[in-house]
């Protein structure tokens, strides 16, 4: 098992540039997150999606755009980036079993915006 | 709007002292309380908490979760240097409806511990 991987680990764009973080988990959790987590604020929900087809905001969706065509892929796309949204970037998933608060994380993008 | 206040923000100890970390939650439909630890890469998960559950212990560290105050704290005790790390705390709600997975998570606490 793999876990949740992220691609890439490191990325630098320049405003108004826009891309897309990858996102992948092989444990066919239901789940899955977007976080970004900036010093002293600990980690904010972009987005998240409890199933294939079903997509929902979270605390700071504005800039950020999802989809879940499948139950292992969840990319963030950033549409026009900006400074503002330099930031480490964690996808994050869980199950609807047994102790399916507890999310596994990705090992996360460290975006930096110019 | 759901929220999760830790405390403090940061703290310093050196080697063999006890340390004691807290989380405040306000969280509609509350049902678990989480902790990780996050040392420069992916939060780690450490322990869960819900009402079934109130109290864990692993090694050093230790939680306990106060459903009345709407609160836990987490001791660890006889630190080490590698327990240098941010400690997040995190609340989720109930199995309900579309959030189930949704946690809210609080700012951190950053653990530094001098040799």
Known sequence: ?114 | EDKVVQSPLSLVVHEGDTVTLNCSYEVTNFRSLLWYKQEKKAPTFLFMLTSSGIEKKSGRLSSILDKKELSSILNITATQTGDSAIYLCAAGPNAGGTSYGKLTFGQGTILTVHP
């Open chain 1, 1 to 114: 098992n793999a876990g949740v991987t992220q691609t890439p680990k490191f990325q630098v764009l320049k405003t108004g540039q826009s891309m897309t973080l990858q996102c992948a988990q092989d444990m066919n959790h239901e789940y899955m997150s977007w976080y970004r987590q900036d010093p002293g604020m600990g980690l904010r929900l972009i987005h998240y999606s409890v199933g294939a087809g079903i997509t929902d905001q979270g605390e700071v969706p504005n800039g950020y755009n999802v989809s879940r065509s499948t139950t292992e892929d969840f990319p963030l796309r950033l549409l026009s980036a900006a400074p503002s949204q330099t930031s480490v970037y964690f996808c994050a998933s869980s199950s609807r079993g047994v102790g399916y608060n507890e999310q596994f994380f990705g090992p996360g993008t460290r975006l930096t915006v110019l």
